[in-house]
């Protein structure tokens, strides 16, 4: 819900798995939301980060560490153009 202003001002928004698109509810205990810092060519960090969320399900599918690998090898390929 928005104000007049434009202002977002719900109480509670959910989050949504960057690698399946399921609702990261409030009771999915599981779930972590992972900064990826990027850097320059030299490999000094430049002040900015991706952000992505993984549900408790792909968690404990053991899916987590290609899932993570594949959206940034996604959003690496979409920085680089």
């Known amino acids: 819900m928005q104000n007049?202003?434009?202002k977002n001002m719900d109480l509670?928004?959910?989050r949504k798995c960057s690698a399946t698109n399921r609702l990261i509810t409030a009771k999915d205990h599981?779930?972590?939301q992972i900064n990826?810092?990027?850097l320059d060519e030299?490999?000094?960090y430049i002040g900015q980060c991706s952000t992505f969320a993984l549900c408790g399900f792909v968690r404990a599918q053991g899916d987590a560490d290609s899932a993570l690998d594949r959206l940034w090898q996604k959003k690496k390929a979409e920085l680089r153009q």
Do not use: K, L
């Open 4 to 6: 007049e202003e434009g």
């Open 12 to 14: 509670y928004i959910p």
């Open 30 to 32: 599981a779930s972590v």
């Open 36 to 38: 990826v810092g990027h």
């Open 42 to 44: 030299n490999g000094i």
